[in-house]
């Protein structure tokens, strides 16, 4: 047979078609049997916040038993130095966690009172305007949370947050685990984390677990949204401040002195 | 050809190393190797199905496991419907390991070893069996 150039082209050209049909088939033909039920988005509407009794907290000294409890049922490792700490929820000093409120003649002893501190929650998180990849965002009920998946370990939302809220893995934090708590996954090298309100007990029904262990009834938590809830009737029987709300972040961790 | 005996020396020892793993595993016996993915047998016993039919979930539950991280952590949603309806928690630790408890060796790892196919959901995600293997 006198196969001459152009003729052969052809073939090869249909040849390289008819090979192609299948997996090119296969491709736009993908089924999909995905399909996922909406959640009956049971926050819708609410707004979580939490005040700080800081009087009952000081009420037992040395009490550490919500950062206990936290720390535990999150799986946050302890290093034991300050540089690699990883902290959900901490206490400083009260000179450090509201220098403004300090003036040269007050009282020596509050300046070293332990002030409980955790991540604000703010209604206008600047960390998830600096996160670049939106592994960090604000949930429609006002958590920020974060998706360890997406988290590129950039540290942004670090410098962004005027809290001190987010820590940072600079190792597998697994080994320093004492107890592993199975029911929450740890962490790995490279990701930044924080405190989540206890998402994962809020759609169980539960409070967060500071608030539920603190004896003295020191962290009331709720819906803010909510006239009748116990945060908001707290908030208005009370004088209340916040930390830094002159950057207007908003935050929703109140306290009271 | 200048310097052919150095060249064909040359060529002769890139292509002994290149096809080193073939001769590797040919000698030692290797080659007819098949990943065994392992089942417990309770599971099977009781003719339990995966959520999906065998072959998709084969295929596809790389994706799948994507499309329900996606959907638990970014939009709360956790109830997946299966093509034949069922409902499932979407969760990799509490629903497929409850099947597939001998995670690490006898199941995933028996492919994506072979493959050189990685993963990193146990860098966080926990697991009994990995964790605490004597039970604690």
């Known amino acids: 047979m006198e196969l001459d150039r152009r003729g052969f082209l052809k073939i090869a050209g249909l040849t390289v078609l008819g090979l192609a049909a299948k997996p090119g088939w296969d491709i736009v033909s993908k089924v999909k049997p995905a399909e996922t039920l909406p959640a009956p988005s049971p926050f819708a509407g609410k707004k979580w916040g939490m005040v700080i009794d800081l009087k009952r907290c000081w009420k037992k000294e040395d009490c550490i038993e919500c950062i206990d409890i936290c720390h535990r049922i999150h799986n946050v490792p302890s290093f034991g130095n300050i540089k690699d700490e990883i902290k959900w929820i901490w206490t400083v000093p009260y000179e450090k966690a509201f220098p403004e409120h300090i003036n040269e003649f007050g009282d020596e002893g509050l300046k070293i009172k332990p002030v409980i501190l955790l991540c604000n929650q703010c209604d206008d998180p600047p960390c998830v305007r600096y996160c670049p990849t939106r592994a960090t965002w604000k949930r429609e009920d006002g958590i920020v949370m974060i998706d360890f998946h997406r988290c590129i370990g950039c540290r942004y939302c670090m410098a962004g947050c005027p809290y001190g809220s987010r820590s940072f893995n600079w190792k597998d934090p697994r080994p320093f685990i004492k107890k592993v708590n199975m029911d929450f996954p740890t962490r790995t090298k490279g990701v930044v984390e924080k405190c989540n309100f206890c998402e994962e007990r809020l759609i169980q029904g539960l409070i967060p677990a500071c608030v539920e262990a603190c004896k003295e009834k020191a962290l009331i938590f709720g819906d803010l949204n909510d006239p009748e809830s116990e945060v908001r009737r707290v908030l208005k029987s009370n004088h209340v401040f916040q930390r830094q709300v002159e950057l207007g972040t908003k935050p929703k961790v109140y306290y009271i002195l | ?136």
């Not at chain 2, 890139?14 to 000698?27: E, K, V």
């Not at chain 2, 080659?31 to 999906?52: F, N, V």
């Open chain 2, 1 to 136: 050809m200048y310097d052919s005996d150095k060249i064909i020396v040359g060529i002769l020892i890139f292509i002994i190393l290149m096809t080193f793993p073939i001769w590797y595993n040919a000698f030692t016996g290797k080659t007819g190797y098949i990943p065994k993915p392992k089942i417990e047998p309770k599971i099977l016993a009781d003719k339990k199905q995966c959520i999906e039919p065998k072959d998709y979930i084969r295929v596809n539950h790389g994706d799948l496991l994507k499309d329900w991280r996606e959907s638990v952590v970014r939009s709360n949603n956790r109830v997946y419907i299966a093509s034949d309806k069922k409902r499932y928690n979407m969760s990799l630790t509490k629903t497929c390991m409850n099947c597939h408890s001998n995670k690490l060796d006898e199941f995933c790892n028996q492919c994506h070893n072979y493959m050189g196919v990685t993963n990193n959901c146990w860098d966080c995600h926990t697991y009994q069996k990995e964790m605490y293997p004597e039970g604690a």
